[in-house]
């Protein structure tokens, strides 16, 4: 079992980047795949980017691809999200989570269901 803790949202316009921040508390972090995840005020939750246990595998929604990053660093047990060039429609709550599939050869998935532990979220708001 993992915990997991965003950190980094806020209030930017835009045009401007942020970077949001995963942390883990307890588990075996680098035996995880990771996704970001949001959810904008009235829409379902979404994926975002996902990342393999080593970090050598990675995944964009296509909407995000050419202006997130998504990394991670096993020994700070810390996953990133740098989000540059930031639109209004990335307007939502940004939630972390690690794949219920563990090991350093699974590909990191998309759907909801592959996530078994998730992070509270934090809010970001890109005003025009």
């Known amino acids: 079992q993992v915990q997991l803790a965003e950190s980094g949202g806020g209030l930017v316009q835009a045009g401007d980047s942020l970077t949001l921040s995963c942390v883990a508390s307890?588990?075996?972090?680098?035996?995880?795949?990771l996704g970001w995840f949001r959810q904008a005020p009235g829409k379902e939750r979404e994926f975002v980017a996902a990342?393999?246990?080593?970090?050598?595998?990675?995944d964009y929604d296509v909407t995000v691809g050419d202006r997130f990053t998504i990394s991670r660093d096993n020994a700070k047990k810390t996953m990133y999200l740098q989000m540059n060039n930031l639109k209004p429609a990335d307007t939502a709550i940004y939630s972390c989570?690690?794949?219920?599939?563990?090991?350093?050869?699974?590909?990191?998935?998309?759907?909801?269901?592959?996530?078994?532990?998730w992070g509270q979220g934090t809010q970001v708001t890109v005003s025009s």
């Open positions: 989570a690690a794949d219920r599939h563990r090991g350093p050869t699974v590909k990191p998935g998309r759907p909801l269901w592959r996530y078994a532990y």
């Open positions: 307890e588990g075996a972090f680098s035996t995880y795949g």
């Open positions: 990342i393999s246990a080593s970090g050598d595998i990675i």
